[in-house]
């Protein structure tokens, strides 16, 4: 089986760069399952209803997020009600929407997702290590091929992660910084794992930001209004082979793929 994980989608820049690849690189990898990263999908700031169908329509399976997700609260009803969207699962009880999903295939086969949050340089959520142990219990009872969207800032987090449950998951892969680590590999316990799979959408600026509004921030240290930039689109994916009886990698190869267009300007409308 091959997963697709698509990085973190940064405005309209990276819906668009999804909308035109994500149909070819599917059938290029011989694609299974396909997963997005939506938190920024936005205007570089959380997802909406209306966006978060129109990935789907682009190809997605299922949607993670991080902690932007809360940035749009128009997406908290549709979080109730669609379980092929997800937020961090350890965040406390009353949060809407769901941490993880078991998908059934065409074929029949089962696939876990399950999204978590990190905390250092982060908010104060529920420990992200004993939360996974909790979920995975369950998981484990249905399904040995468990992907985990691990939205973490801090390197060092996200790579015990991928220690902690190597053996128990078939992928650890992680979002949030938007800048993509070559660290891509299957761990002992044959964990496919990547501290960050990198941002689909505008690399030329920081992080996905226009250059002067992030330097207006740090420069002044005043509250600055942040927009997504527009230039150098790439997509950053990776694509995870799993051994469907053992739910364990067989490989992972790491994507980053420049997108010039066809010279037309991309407007879905939001």
Same mark, same amino acid.
């Given at each position: 089986m091959n997963i697709l994980f698509v990085g973190?989608?940064?405005?309209?820049?990276?819906?668009?760069?999804?909308?035109?690849?994500? !149909?070819g690189l599917k059938k290029k990898y011989a694609v299974d399952f396909t997963v997005v990263n939506v938190e920024n999908a936005a205007g570089g700031y959380g997802c909406t209803p209306q966006i978060a169908q129109k990935i789907k329509s682009y190809g997605a399976d299922l949607q993670t997020s991080g902690n932007h997700i809360w940035d749009r609260k128009e997406i908290y009803p549709f979080m109730e009600t669609d379980a092929n969207f997800l937020r961090p699962a350890n965040h406390p009880p009353g949060a809407p929407g769901f941490g993880s999903r078991i998908k059934t295939l065409i074929t029949g086969q089962k696939v876990a997702v399950l999204n978590l949050e990190g905390r250092v340089f982060m908010?104060?959520?529920?420990?992200?290590?004993? $939360?996974?142990? %909790? #979920?995975?219990?369950?998981?484990?009872? #249905?399904?040995?091929?468990?992907?985990? +969207?691990?939205?973490? #800032?801090?390197?060092?987090?996200?790579q015990a992660m991928g220690w $902690?449950? +190597?053996?128990?998951?078939?992928?650890?892969v992680g979002t949030?910084?938007?800048?993509?680590?070559?660290?891509?590999?299957?761990?002992p316990g044959?964990?496919? /794992?990547?501290? +960050?799979?990198?941002?689909? *959408?505008?690399?030329?600026?920081?992080? *996905?930001?226009?250059a002067q509004d992030a330097l207006a921030r740090f420069?002044?240290?005043?509250?600055?209004?942040? !927009?997504?930039?527009?230039? +150098?689109?790439?997509?950053?994916?990776?694509v995870v082979s799993v051994d469907e009886q053992s *739910?364990?990698?067989?490989?992972?190869? %790491?994507?980053?793929?420049? /997108?010039k267009g066809d010279g037309k300007p991309f407007d879905d409308g939001d």
């Amino acid at each position: 089986m091959n997963i697709l994980f698509v990085g973190d989608i940064m405005g309209k820049p990276g819906r668009w760069v999804l909308s035109q690849l994500l !149909t070819g690189l599917k059938k290029k990898y011989a694609v299974d399952f396909t997963v997005v990263n939506v938190e920024n999908a936005a205007g570089g700031y959380g997802c909406t209803p209306q966006i978060a169908q129109k990935i789907k329509s682009y190809g997605a399976d299922l949607q993670t997020s991080g902690n932007h997700i809360w940035d749009r609260k128009e997406i908290y009803p549709f979080m109730e009600t669609d379980a092929n969207f997800l937020r961090p699962a350890n965040h406390p009880p009353g949060a809407p929407g769901f941490g993880s999903r078991i998908k059934t295939l065409i074929t029949g086969q089962k696939v876990a997702v399950l999204n978590l949050e990190g905390r250092v340089f982060m908010r104060e959520l529920e420990c992200p290590f004993r $939360y996974a142990d %909790r #979920e995975l219990e369950e998981i484990r009872k #249905e399904t040995p091929i468990i992907l985990v +969207d691990f939205h973490a #800032e801090a390197t060092s987090e996200k790579q015990a992660m991928g220690w $902690y449950l +190597d053996g128990r998951v078939s992928a650890v892969v992680g979002t949030h910084t938007h800048v993509q680590s070559a660290d891509e590999q299957i761990l002992p316990g044959g964990t496919a /794992f990547i501290t +960050d799979v990198g941002m689909t *959408g505008p690399h030329r600026g920081v992080i *996905g930001i226009n250059a002067q509004d992030a330097l207006a921030r740090f420069l002044t240290q005043l509250p600055h209004r942040f !927009t997504v930039a527009s230039e +150098d689109i790439k997509l950053c994916a990776v694509v995870v082979s799993v051994d469907e009886q053992s *739910g364990k990698a067989t490989k992972i190869e %790491r994507l980053r793929i420049d /997108f010039k267009g066809d010279g037309k300007p991309f407007d879905d409308g939001d």
